[in-house]
């Protein structure tokens, strides 16, 4: 999990105009916060619904990287980073 939201953060850096960078990190931050709360009360409710079941609580949850997994791969980063670099109005070579 550490290495997907690595991974994640070095994109949405990529993908952010620079102008806007630090409301996206929010965004971003947002998101991952509210995932640590909202993964484990799920894993929780779901043991508690099927009267102890671990093993259909962590299925649940490994069902959420399964759907992000698949949102991801909607992700056009091509054509997030022309967007990104039309908005700084710079190419990517250039220096900051």
């Known amino acids: 999990m550490g290495s997907s ?3 994640d953060r070095a994109l949405s850096g ?3 105009p620079e102008r806007r960078r630090a409301a996206f990190f929010d965004l971003w931050s947002f998101a991952v916060r509210l995932s640590a709360i ?3 009360m799920t894993y929780g409710l779901v043991t508690w619904l099927t009267h102890g ?3 259909l609580a962590i299925a649940s949850t490994g069902l959420f990287f399964v759907v992000g997994l698949a949102l991801r791969t909607r992700v056009n980063v091509p ?3 022309a967007a990104a670099v039309s908005a700084n109005g710079k190419t990517p070579s250039q220096p900051g």
């Open 53 to 55: 079941n671990h093993r």
């Open 79 to 81: 054509r997030g980073l």
């Open 14 to 16: 990529v993908l952010a």
């Open 5 to 7: 939201q690595s991974a």
């Open 38 to 40: 909202f993964g484990p």
